[in-house]
């Protein structure tokens, strides 16, 4: 019998590393915050991030190894085509930043027209409305939100059968 433990020269298969814990942990406390927060400006920052890490994960897919590199192909495989079926399916929308600066540098170039027209409509404003603007705000934070999850287990999925796959053909 060998005084080796059984785990070494393997590391765990739930095993993360501080850096991403400290990211998770700044992932959810995004979404908890954008859910609790009436302005736009969450749903835009969570759409921004899931789309950077999406992108990101295409850059480790082409350039990293072993098993980031089969963590990132999970993670963007499974990412993308949840989005892509978020928005065929569900008629997923994001309003992303850009919309909303370009909406920010109109009001500002026309400001003498546009105030008058924004106090009128804002004061017609119902609360069916103001419930159906955080309706559409909560649901974009949500899809968000579940993108980077679907995305994290396709990650671990890959990142599992890579793992398999190299234990095969050292002979384990």
């Not at 400006?41 to 921004?48: F, H, K, R, T």
């Not at 963590?71 to 909303?100: E, I, K, S, T, W």
Request: net charge positive; charged share 15%.
């Amino acid at each position: 019998m060998s005084d080796k433990p059984l785990t070494a020269g393997r590391t765990g298969f739930f095993q993360f590393s501080l850096g991403t814990l400290f990211l998770t942990t700044t992932w959810v406390a995004m979404v908890c915050i954008g859910l609790n927060t009436k302005t736009r400006l969450w749903p835009d920052i969570i759409g921004l991030v899931t789309l950077l890490a999406l992108l990101t994960a295409v850059l480790v897919a082409i350039y990293g190894q072993g098993q980031s590199r089969a963590f990132a192909v999970g993670f963007a495989m499974f990412g993308f085509a949840f989005l892509l079926c978020l928005h065929r399916f569900d008629g997923y929308a994001p309003q992303l930043l850009a919309r909303n600066s370009a909406d920010a540098l109109f009001r500002a170039m026309y400001k003498a027209e546009w105030s008058p027209i924004a106090s009128a409509l804002a004061a017609r404003q119902s609360a069916t409305k103001r419930l159906a603007e955080t309706r559409a705000r909560f649901v974009e934070i949500i899809q968000g939100a579940s993108i980077m999850l679907v995305a994290t287990l396709g990650g671990i999925l890959a990142r599992y059968l890579f793992a398999r796959k190299s234990g095969k053909a050292a002979g384990h």
